[in-house]
């Protein structure tokens, strides 16, 4: 037999006042944990006590309307590959964002142009948005400004007028990618383009990196030798890497960047699997330094990527919500330097 229960009108704040015998403002007081005032710890208990036996929660909305603005950070877009670096790094932020009183909050990619994903994110009202999507107009950043929202951020995407940017340059990582193997004499390079679209901004990117450092002529002054920078489009298949290794054997490639760790262990084992040897054959260099790039035969060589601390992030987001008016800068938070082992 199945129960069906109705939903019950949700405890107020004036229902908790009456059960623990004090007045609504000493309630408000009390679960808001407004600091000063003279309420007793008895008091105090009492108060917690009902709103426990209630089941009453502050109504954020009315929270929002008597402070002027929301708790609520939004971190917007997964134009970042979901994988260990960014949930480790989301992870932290929330943690840090709620010691400072915030909320973080992951709001999924909007399929929307122009300016309504901005108008979505403004009717949360939100304190701060920060945003990875490259979506975010600056007529957006206005609409967000008007609606309340106190700091507009992006983060690792191209500058917007009206917002702080935060610049994670992975154009760097394929510089310090494409360096090393230039610096151990590798002379023709593939580079590895995933297909997937959410990858775009971070794969040409890094393709430039390597190209730029291919043009450094004091990189290749004591050689003379040129140099061929190969992108290599790839579909995150084993067939497709099978048919990469093809590729790099017919265009006599010595070295692959492959875009991250996860590509390179695609890519190092079909090479192998084609008879191609690593590294005396053919190099290959991923990014990211996980942990099972240290576990491979032979162990990756990689860039590993510093991204920003979460409470660094958080106190950069609590300082900009305090000062609305701040005149917005830029900052490069991505720090990279080479691991080298045994693949390159």
């Known amino acids: 037999m199945t129960i069906h229960t109705k939903p019950s009108t949700p405890p107020t704040s004036a229902d908790v006042a009456r059960l623990a015998g004090v007045s609504r403002a000493t309630v408000s007081f009390v679960l808001n944990d407004t600091p000063g005032g003279r309420v007793s710890e008895q008091t105090r208990r009492k108060v917690r006590a009902a709103a426990e036996e209630l089941g009453y929660v502050p109504h954020a909305g009315a929270r929002s309307l008597r402070a002027g603005r929301s708790a609520i950070v939004l971190l917007v877009g997964h134009s970042w590959p979901i994988g260990p670096l960014f949930s480790s790094f989301y992870r932290e932020l929330q943690q840090a964002l709620q010691r400072h009183g915030y909320t973080g ?3 999924g990619r909007s399929p929307a142009t122009g300016d309504d994903p901005a108008r979505a994110w403004a009717e949360l009202r939100p304190a701060a948005v920060l945003c990875l999507e490259p ?3 600056p007529s957006g950043v206005e609409t967000l400004h008007r609606a309340g929202t106190r700091a507009v951020v992006t983060l690792g995407i191209p500058p917007v007028a009206g917002a702080h940017t935060l610049v994670l340059d992975q154009s760097e ?5 494409g360096a090393h193997l230039l610096a151990t004499g590798r002379r023709r390079i593939g580079v590895v383009v ?4 959410g990858l775009d901004a971070f794969s040409g990117l890094r393709l430039a990196g390597v190209r730029a450092a291919a043009s450094d002529g004091s990189t290749l002054a004591a050689s003379g030798d040129a140099v061929h920078v190969e992108p290599l489009p790839l579909d995150y298949t084993e067939q497709a890497a099978a048919e990469l290794a093809d590729r790099c054997r017919d265009l006599a490639l010595d ?4 875009y991250n760790d996860e590509y390179a262990m695609l890519v190092q084992r079909a090479l192998q699997d084609a008879g191609l040897e690593v590294p005396e054959q053919v190099a290959v260099v991923g990014a990211d330094d996980l942990m099972l790039a240290r576990l491979l035969r032979p162990r990756l060589t990689t860039v590993h990527l510093t991204l920003p601390d979460g409470e660094e992030l958080a106190t950069l987001v609590d300082r900009l919500v305090s000062e609305p008016d701040k005149v ?13 082992r045994e693949s390159a």
């Open 105 to 107: 909050v992951l709001y």
């Open 135 to 137: 979506v975010l107009t």
């Open 173 to 177: 990582v394929g510089a310090a990618a």
């Open 194 to 197: 995933p297909t997937d679209p």
């Open 255 to 258: 070295a692959v960047f492959a």
């Open 328 to 340: 917005p800068t830029t900052q490069n938070l991505l720090g990279v330097r080479m691991v080298v």
